[in-house]
Nanobody, 121 residues
Framework: QVQLVESGGGSVQAGGSLRLSCAGSGYIFNNYAMGWFRQPPGKEREFVAAITWTGGATYYADSVKGRFTISRDDAKNTLYLQMTDLKSEDTAVYYC??????????????WGQGTQVTVSS
């Protein structure tokens, strides 16, 4: 069965960096686009970044553009999100997902369990 497992979350001070990982299993990893979403406390889930199945194109939410980088290592079946210059408003549970190359959650059919990122100012 398809499984997505995130790791790398934690607590960091504003201005710091974190790298999230998402390990995929149970399917051919490089056949699918992947995305990162997040859910801040008390808010709806929102799009963060997406990458095509080839890794040749990426797409970011305006709020993270220039600070976050999505990438994939198909040899390791792993998706990454490098986050720099973190702000308190980046505090959220971060989810990886498998689906179509899109900024809409409805285009992703499999989701990980999430990893908490907390940024203190």
């Amino acid at each position: 069965q398809v499984q997505l497992v995130e790791s790398g979350g934690g607590s960091v001070q504003a201005g710091g960096s974190l790298r999230l990982s998402c390990a995929g299993s149970g399917y051919i990893f490089n056949n699918y686009a992947m995305g990162w979403f997040r859910q801040p406390p008390g808010k709806e889930r929102e799009f963060v970044a997406a990458i095509t199945w080839t890794g040749g194109a990426t797409y970011y939410a305006d709020s993270v553009k220039g600070r976050f980088t999505i990438s994939r290592d198909d040899a390791k079946n792993t998706l990454y999100l490098q986050m720099t210059d973190l702000k308190s408003e980046d505090t959220a549970v971060y989810y990886c997902a498998r689906g179509r190359y899109s900024g809409s959650a409805k285009d992703y059919e499999y989701w990980g369990q999430g990893t908490q990122v907390t940024v203190s100012s």
